[in-house]
């Protein structure tokens, strides 16, 4: 089984900057991909940006300049620095590791969440 335990998220103003981790553990094979989604009430969850090995990174248009994934192999975490954040960023931010487990079985886990408010 892996499990990912997220952290960093919070209340910020408009225009500042967060930083979230999502680290990963358990028997762990290999990482594919990495990402984060986010989700507010009645909506459905959204990819904002993934890494994947070969070197492929997705941003969401609306986050594009202001966001940036970025991972540390050796722990197995990967992270989401987000600046100049906007009220329209609020949100429960979601983490998901895709990978291979011991034994070669594929396995696609999510962060249990970390809200993100954004507010004056």
């Known amino acids: 089984q892996v499990e990912l335990v997220e952290s960093g998220g919070g209340l910020v103003q408009p225009g500042g900057s967060l930083r979230l981790s999502c680290a990963a553990s358990?028997?762990?094979?290999?990482?594919?991909?990495m990402g984060w989604y986010r989700q507010t009430p009645g909506k459905q969850r959204e990819l904002v940006a993934r890494?994947?090995?070969?070197?492929?990174?997705y941003y969401l248009d609306s986050v594009k300049g202001r966001f940036t994934i970025s991972r540390d192999n050796a722990k197995n975490t990967v992270y989401l620095q987000m600046n100049n954040l906007k009220p329209e960023d609020t949100a429960g931010y979601y983490c998901?590791?895709?990978?291979?487990?011991?034994?070669?079985?594929?396995?696609?886990?999510w962060g249990q969440g970390t809200q993100v408010t954004v507010s004056s």
């Open positions: 358990g028997s762990i094979l290999s990482i594919n991909a």
């Open positions: 890494t994947t090995n070969d070197g492929t990174t």
């Open positions: 998901n590791i895709e990978g291979r487990r011991n034994r070669g079985f594929p396995f696609s886990s």
